[in-house]
């Protein structure tokens, strides 16, 4: 494919060794690698993806875009309601009010109509058959990424599979993705920290939102400031400050905010 290459001239320095920048045993297809970016052990491929400066890949299975994708923008989620009900297509800019008028104000058609519309207009206009891991972040010892948007100062490290999802990191908040985590149809805000094997399914997450400790999410909407430990969630709207740390704890079908 058509393949970009950056220059290739400092070191990272970890605390008992330096790795040179540059690409080691990986193969390569459709990839414009940016400067000073450290590649090594990919042992199925790096594909259709653009990689910014500074960025350090190591010992993953595959990163890869297969044809168009919205990087979970678009997906439907069954907030509130198991069967569907009172769906929320989520997006990078979703907010607790806009989420809350789409899953309330069902009485409102039109209103509703008109603003799923917006929203299925901006998934169109990020759509893209390339993906983009943004400048300095860091992807080791992971095993399947597919569709997924990367940005700044993302951290990486021991995922098990992350599919169709935005990862919206930044320099000031970046986003840390940790050991075992299982990702698909996602959307992480900046300053989230998913880790532990956690299982996270049809969710948007959150600014500053903490998901860990074997912790399962499906088809809900976490917004800033929540933290899930051990527990279950399916179907909830979960407000700011919304915290559950025990095993026993399964949230279903429910609205909460500042709740613990």
Avoid: W
């Avoid at 459709?30 to 594909?47: F, K, P, Q, V």
């Amino acid at each position: 494919g058509n393949i970009k290459l950056g220059k290739f001239e400092n070191e990272f320095i970890f605390p008992n060794i330096k790795k040179p920048s540059g690409i080691y045993n990986a193969s390569l297809h459709n990839c414009t690698i940016g400067d000073n970016t450290y590649i090594a052990h990919i042992r199925n491929s790096l594909s259709n993806y653009k990689v910014g400066k500074n960025v350090f890949i190591e010992n993953v299975d595959v990163i890869e875009v297969e044809g168009k994708t919205y990087f979970g923008n678009g997906i439907q989620i069954n907030v509130l309601d198991e069967t569907g009900g009172r769906k929320v297509p989520i997006y990078n800019e979703l907010s607790s009010h806009l989420a809350y008028i789409l899953a309330m104000y069902r009485h409102r058609p039109k209103m509703i109509d008109s603003v799923r519309k917006m929203i299925d207009d901006y998934s169109k206009k990020i759509s893209s058959t390339e993906g983009s891991i943004q400048d300095n972040s860091k992807i080791l010892n992971s095993r399947i990424i597919r569709n997924v948007h990367i940005g700044e100062n993302t951290v990486i490290e021991g995922a098990e599979q992350l599919i169709n999802g935005s990862l919206n990191s930044s320099s000031e908040d970046p986003i840390y993705i940790g050991s075992g985590v299982i990702m698909r149809d996602f959307i992480l805000s900046s300053g989230s920290h998913i880790s532990d094997s956690a299982i996270v399914e049809h969710c948007f997450i959150g600014q500053s939102c903490k998901l860990g400790k074997d912790y399962s999410a499906e088809h809900s909407l976490f917004f800033s400031n929540c933290v899930g430990f051990h527990g279950e969630a399916c179907s909830i709207f979960a407000g700011p400050y919304t915290v559950t740390h025990h095993k026993s704890t399964l949230l279903i079908a429910g609205m909460f905010s500042f709740l613990n």
